[in-house]
């Protein structure tokens, strides 16, 4: 069974810090995608930032360039979002997402999810 579990989200002032952490079971991903996206109260869920397993490569929505990296420990199965000069419309439930065939923006076409963790940027 597979399974992706989010951690780490919390309350944190404007220009503060967290990190994310995604436990990923039940298969090996060394060959998956694995992205982060959000979603905030009344809207859709939009994507953050992915990166290809087993070469490290990374890419961002362009609102958290340069403020969030994602970086994968292969040890631990997990899969991490450092947000870094966090923004009061950062607030939002994060998700992470796997899929083996597929690396793009589009959430529906993800076959694995986790959870969601609630993260909230106070001003």
């Known amino acids: 069974q597979v399974q992706l579990v989010e951690s780490g989200g919390g309350l944190v002032q404007t220009g503060g810090s967290l990190r994310l952490s995604c436990v990923v079971s039940g298969r090996t991903f060394s060959s998956y995608t694995m992205a982060w996206f959000r979603q905030a109260p009344g809207k859709e869920r939009e994507f953050v930032g992915a990166?290809?397993?087993?070469?490290?490569?990374?890419y961002y929505t362009n609102s958290v360039k340069g403020r969030f990296s994602i970086s994968r420990d292969n040890a631990k199965n997990t899969v991490y979002l450092q947000m870094n000069s966090l923004k009061p419309e950062d607030t939002a439930v994060y998700y992470c997402?796997?899929?083996?065939?597929?690396?793009?923006?589009?959430?529906?076409?993800?076959?694995?999810w986790g959870q969601g963790t609630q993260v909230t940027v106070s001003s």
């Open positions: 990166i290809s397993w087993s070469i490290g490569t990374t």
């Open positions: 997402a796997a899929d083996r065939f597929y690396s793009g923006r589009v959430n529906s076409e993800y076959d694995y």
